[in-house]
């Protein structure tokens, strides 16, 4: 059945940002839905069914990611015709505003939950919505803590080569100079993703999308939350030993060139798996941008564990 329409496809393709800085309408799209947490604005990307039976994907970006949605749009291209997507830019990133809070996963938790909560207030999804979250390198993190608070409002749970507490100290202690060749600067003044390393190479980005990444790349590379987010940090005490809860389906996607420069990490991430029968560790080839060349892989394995649209 198709359900009933929650919000009006009019009312969702108007550009929501001219009503709050005219400076970022301009690099908004008709999708971009800015809401309020904590009194600052949280930009959400929309796209998909728009009624009561779409299930709702929720994705959420790495370190330092200057344009979220642009980053995730392989990905949201493969899901948006079936699923209701809603891509989060975290604050300092995308569109939304700088935050009044430190940056910790536990904050990041709470502002999702808080920023998804406001999107069920409005009617844009369904109150009764469960979330299969995925979650892309550092916001792991922030994935474990929120599955970890509502598991009640968490369908399944993707990883695409996200960190969890105790891995980087796993790795390390294995492979002592894993690290050494990094590109986090401790101290970094103005980084995150540089554009043309990241995109170039995509297929599927028009050129006013790309100028849209350069854009926001401008915008938000001198900021504290993507410098922040540029240097080395350890696991939070608060988080150590946490896993998610069991009877949520987790998978853990990792790219060959991991395994090839740590072996290790395929054992350590199939021990974190959930007991429940939709729990897998999968190996796809690439790098750790998977979702940029493994889209159409990606989105199977994320159907794979959310409810199917009657």
Do not use: C
Request: hydrophobic share 35%; aromatic share 6%; charged share 25%.
């Amino acid at each position: 059945m198709s359900g009933e329409t929650i919000a009006t496809r009019e009312n969702l393709k108007m550009n929501r940002w001219e009503q709050i800085d005219p400076e970022r309408a301009a690099l908004a799209t008709e999708f971009d839905y800015p809401v309020k947490v904590s009194n600052r604005s949280m930009n959400l990307n929309i796209q998909g069914p728009n009624d009561s039976s779409a299930q709702v994907v929720v994705l959420m970006p790495g370190r330092a990611v200057s344009a979220p949605t642009e980053d995730m749009k392989p990905l949201i291209d493969q899901l948006k015709a079936i699923r209701r997507v809603v891509t989060i830019s975290p604050f300092g990133m995308g569109l939304s505003d700088l935050p009044d809070k430190k940056q910790t996963s536990e904050q990041r938790a709470d502002d999702f939950f808080a920023a998804l909560q406001e999107l069920k207030r409005q009617g844009v999804i369904p109150d009764d919505a469960r979330y299969t979250m995925v979650a892309h390198s550092q916001s792991g993190q922030a994935n474990l803590v929120f599955a970890n608070k509502h598991p009640e409002t968490v369908q399944g749970v993707v990883m695409i080569d996200a960190y969890l507490p105790g891995q980087d100290e796993y790795l390390l202690s294995m492979y002592p100079d894993l690290f050494s060749d990094s590109v986090i600067d401790d101290d970094a003044e103005s980084q995150g993703d540089l554009p043309d390393d990241n995109y170039n190479d995509v297929d599927g980005y028009t050129e006013e999308e790309k100028a849209r990444i350069r854009a926001l790349y401008e915008r938000n590379k001198d900021n504290d939350v993507i410098i922040s987010e540029m240097k080395k940090s350890s696991t939070p005490e608060s988080l150590v030993g946490l896993r998610f809860p069991d009877n949520i389906p987790t998978v853990f996607l990792t790219p060959q060139d991991t395994t090839e420069q740590a072996p290790a990490i395929t054992d350590w991430r199939t021990e974190q798996i959930t007991s429940s029968q939709k729990s897998k560790s999968v190996e796809l080839p690439g790098t750790h941008f998977l979702h940029h060349t493994q889209a159409p892989a990606i989105a199977q394995e994320i159907l794979s564990i959310s409810e199917p649209i009657w």
